[in-house]
């Protein structure tokens, strides 16, 4: 982060890296995986299909040493994600999609054989783009028979979509960037940024409280919307003014997604226990009865009991899991339950 005085008004800016950004708010949920792909691509993947990723060790909280381009398998089908961005300013993240099974042989004989292959499905989405950016996206394929096949590939502008619909087809993981379409304000500008970063803010959080988003990502998120803003903000000088602006920051809705989580912020979300939390209340409205809610604390307190040995104390441990609420009694039965499984415990891991 660097600091720039305009007119006298310090203002901030942020070295951000898009594909970082968007990998590691993917990787932190297979179920906001599924729903991102389900909305980009048109797909109908259960929500509960298995998610793999085949580079999970670059994968981090950490904005540093991340492998960008990502590989997540859904449900049995692999899948690319990468972002490119340009010399003029376009931002694009291409997306492909390979076919279940690959190439398949069929009709061998000792003169012939045949072999089916399904072509990858591409997809490019801009996230931010110039009046060059191309409205359509056509490859001309050469093969090295000298067959030739043009195949136009699905685009989509991110400006192209309200707030609203990018929310309503679960493509906010890419959706925290939609404000980088304003670049450098204008007077006219203003009032319209203003309202889109609002109306980006509910949405986030709409979509944090209905589950779609765990808790600890929409931080994250949040965090990485507050920094673009910033971003713009330095950027705006002096047509704009840097008082009118950053006036405008003090006053949009931030939710305080800390004031209740700032401890597991820090301590829970390793583990997985903010999400875990989330999904056991969910459960249990759906229920109607609190058995859920203890169904899914248990198993978050046996889950948490794994780390002692590893780096976590018992006496640590148990300290989190009273933390974030979990009653004595459900942490004592869990840790009944697996202690037999556990590392032998030293005297001072106990403390």
């Given amino acids: 982060m660097s600091e720039i005085k305009i007119r006298g008004i ?19 949920s297979d179920e906001m995986t599924i729903r991102f792909i389900n909305g980009l691509l048109g797909e109908n993947i259960s929500l509960d299909a298995k998610v793999e990723w085949l580079d999970k060790e670059s994968v981090s909280d950490k904005y540093t040493a991340i492998v960008a381009d990502f590989y997540p398998r859904v449900d049995g089908r692999m899948y690319t994600i990468e972002v490119e961005q ?26 012939k054989a045949e072999l089916s292959i399904t072509f990858p499905q591409p997809c490019v989405v801009f996230l931010s783009s110039t009046k060059n950016t191309p409205r359509e996206i056509v490859w001309n394929i050469d093969f090295f028979d000298g067959q030739k096949v043009t195949l136009k590939v699905p685009t989509l502008h991110l400006s192209d979509l309200t707030i609203k619909e990018v929310a309503a087809r679960n493509l906010l993981p890419i959706g925290q960037f939609y404000l980088r379409m304003f670049d450098k304000l204008t007077q006219e500008q203003v009032d319209h940024f203003r309202d889109a ?7 986030m959080k709409n979509a944090v409280d209905n589950g779609t988003i765990p808790r600890h990502v929409g931080v994250q998120m949040q965090e990485n919307v507050r920094k673009i803003v910033d971003n713009i903000i330095a950027k705006s000088d002096k047509e704009v003014g840097a008082v009118m602006t950053t006036t405008i920051v003090d006053t949009l809705p931030w939710v305080d997604y800390k004031e209740v989580f700032d401890k597991l912020e820090e301590r829970g979300k390793a583990e997985g226990m903010l999400e875990g939390k989330r999904e056991g209340v969910l459960e249990g409205k759906r229920e109607g009865v609190l058995e859920g809610m203890e169904k899914r604390d248990f198993e978050i307190s046996c889950k948490a009991f794994e780390k002692v040995g590893r780096g976590k104390s018992l006496a640590t441990v148990k ?6 609420g979990i009653s004595n009694e459900i942490i004592t039965k869990a840790y009944e339950s697996v202690k037999d499984k556990l590392p032998k415990v030293r005297s001072e891991d106990a403390r």
């Fill in 10 to 28: 310090v203002t901030q800016t942020h070295e951000l890296s898009y594909d970082k950004i968007i990998k590691n708010t993917l990787a932190q």
């Fill in 86 to 111: 340009d010399g003029h300013g376009d931002m694009a993240v291409r997306v492909f999609r390979y076919a279940v099974g690959g190439a398949m042989l069929h009709g061998m004989s000792s003169s």
């Fill in 197 to 203: 970063t609002a109306e980006l803010l509910g949405e």
């Fill in 319 to 324: 300290k989190e899991l009273s933390d974030f």
